[in-house]
Every structure is written in C-alpha cells, then in structure tokens.
C-alpha cells in the first residue's frame, strides 16, 4: 500500500508549507496543544526519490478531540487525496464530519454515507483592510481583549447567539479573543478556533453577535482588532465560512480576507454490511 500512517511533525509541516493559507487548520493542529487529538496520513509518490515530504502525494488529517471527529482532507489535486481516502477508508471511525476538497467525495461512497452540510469557503487575510468598521456610540464599549474570567459572560453569548457552535474554552487562555460589552453583557465576540505562534498560524471562529446588536459593525470592529494582534505577531491567518452566509462574508472581506479555495462539508457514517 502506498499510504502511510505519519508521525513526523517536520515532515508533515513540510508538505503543508506548500500551500500555507490552504492548509492553516492544519497545521495548527501541529501545536502541542492539538498534536495529541490528531492521526495523519499521508500517500507516497509511486515512484519517490528521496525520503521526507518531498515523496508524498497528499496528506490528511483525523481530528478527534470532540465526540465526532472531523478529517480534512484538502488539496488543489483530488486524485491523489481520493486516492488516500480510499486507503485509509478500513481505518476511519464510524462517524465523522469531513472537510473535502470538491472531487473527493466519491472516493468515500462506497463505505460511507454522506449527508452533505453545504459548500464552504477557505479564507485568508492579506492585510488590506484591517481594522474593520468602528462601532456607533449607542452605549456598547470599544472591543476589548477577552479573558478566562470572562468565560461565564461569553458561555451565555453563545447560548443566546450561537448555540451550536463548536468552542473550546482553553482557547481563552490564550488571551486571542475580542470582546464588545454593553454594561456586564458580552454583546459581540471574535476569538480563534487555531492559533500556534510556533507555527504561525491563526484561525478564526466562534465570531457572533446577540440577534437585537446585529447591523451595527460590532462583529467587524471585533474581528478588525483580532486580527490587528495576529497580524502584528507575523501570523497567516484565514477562517472557514459557509458559502451562502453572504453577510459573514462581506465582513470578512471587508476586514481583508480573499477566498482561496472552496471545501464541502459532509457528515459521514459508515454503511452496514446489509446496504
């Protein structure tokens, strides 16, 4: 078999560098912070010449920190990342969500279920536009670095505005989330879902807004002093995005960000024998 369960962080670090803003998830999940919630694959070139990543095909990744993993499997070629998910297909949990470049899908047919959850987007920041819109004087504060202590605020934020996002609450400590308050309310939020200086890459996510503030700038004013920080540390920085959130979209790129590349969204559950 040509595939490859990998292990090497400089190998694999390696192979993602080749097209950095596609693969800023993953290589986040280099970190020591997520390196032990991962499993890697890799496939080798029919015919390699030396060893390292410099022989290798494609590369996917199997995140399993939360209850349902989630695997990645993204590239500009669909031929050989097929070709691996094929290969790998015997070793994938019974059900997961999957991230796959357009073309990929197919190759995970014949063993799974696939329950699509729409096209999303890969975007990343180019620096333009940052700062993002200033927030209308209507009693809201200026955003504003977030910490551990507001955790209990940001939890009833997300209950209210986000309920069935995916956060995880260590991600305060590193002190990478922007917060606007009206009173003792947290009424907008930017943070990370990724952020390695080791690395040096960062992800956004967990971005909302409470339904009665939307339309006033808050999100793009958050999410322009996010990224202010981030950029100042030297980070490449993007974001996922669902492709029909038109107005997510529009923020994002008004604070910067350029699509680079579009993903499908899949949840993914292993067929019976009988089907």
């Known amino acids: ?8 962080k400089p190998v694999i670090e390696r192979y993602l560098k080749r097209d950095v803003p596609l693969h800023i998830y993953a290589l986040g999940d280099l970190d020591d912070f997520f390196w032990p919630y991962t499993q890697w694959w890799g496939l080798r070139s029919a015919d390699p010449g030396s ?9 996917t990744l199997l995140y399993v920190a939360s209850s349902t993993p989630t695997l990645l499997a993204l590239g500009t070629d669909h031929e050989p990342l097929s070709s691996l998910i094929e290969s790998i ?8 969500y999957a991230h796959l470049s357009p073309g990929v899908a197919p190759s995970l047919a014949e063993r799974f279920r696939l329950t699509p959850h729409g096209l999303h987007l890969k975007m990343a920041l180019t620096g333009a536009g ?5 927030v209308e004087d209507d009693g809201a504060q200026a955003p504003v670095r977030l910490s551990t202590e507001d ?8 209950d209210q505005a986000y309920p069935d996002n995916w956060f995880d609450a260590r991600m305060l400590e590193t002190g990478r989330y922007v917060g606007i308050r009206e009173g003792s309310r947290i009424v907008s939020v930017a943070g990370i ?5 080791r690395y040096r890459v960062a992800a956004l996510g967990n971005i909302t807004t409470l339904p009665t503030h939307r339309g006033r700038g808050y999100a793009g004013s958050a999410i322009g002093m996010l990224c202010s920080i981030l ?10 995005v669902k492709a029909d959130n038109a107005a ?16 499908e969204e899949y949840e993914v559950s292993r067929r019976s024998t009988r089907e």
Not at 151 to 158: G, I, S, T
Not at 231 to 240: H, T
Request: proline share 4%.
């Open 51 to 59: 060893s390292g990543s410099e022989d290798l095909e494609a590369v």
């Open 231 to 240: 950029a100042d540390e030297g980070l490449d920085v993007g974001l996922n």
């Open 89 to 96: 297909a015997h070793l994938l949990p019974e059900r997961f």
């Open 130 to 134: 940052i700062g993002g819109d200033s």
């Open 248 to 263: 997510a979209i529009a923020c994002y790129r008004k604070s910067g960000f350029v699509t680079i590349a579009e993903y």
């Open 151 to 158: 955790l209990p605020a940001l939890r009833e934020l997300y």
């Open 1 to 8: 078999m040509r595939y490859i369960c990998l292990h090497d």
């Open 193 to 197: 879902h990724v952020y390695s200086p």
